[in-house]
């Protein structure tokens, strides 16, 4: 896992945003690409999850005319023990004050 790849993911909101949903599911679901609420396009979201399944932080399937996406959980954990719980922290803090957090540069 390479840290400027992971750290250069994470460093926009919308990919923060897919890691942490993921992180704080303690059932580990897959879910679909679609089912984030990302405020971004269709071109936008895809260039998202390329960047992050590149980085390591996700894992894509792609079926039919979809795409799901999990964690692939203790990987991240080995590498980067308590990334997950920061990114679940703040993706709680976020939504108790009606943000997602600190804003990102785009990259």
Known sequence: MDLGKVFRALADDSRRQVVAELAADPEDRERACGSFD?????????????????????????????????????DIERHLPGLLQLLSEELKAGSASGGTGSTAAET
């Open 38 to 74: 990302l405020p971004v396009k269709k071109a936008a979201r895809t260039h998202h999850f390329r960047v992050l399944r590149e980085a390591g932080l996700i894992i894509q399937r792609d079926h039919g005319n979809g795409s799901a996406v999990s964690l692939p959980r203790q």
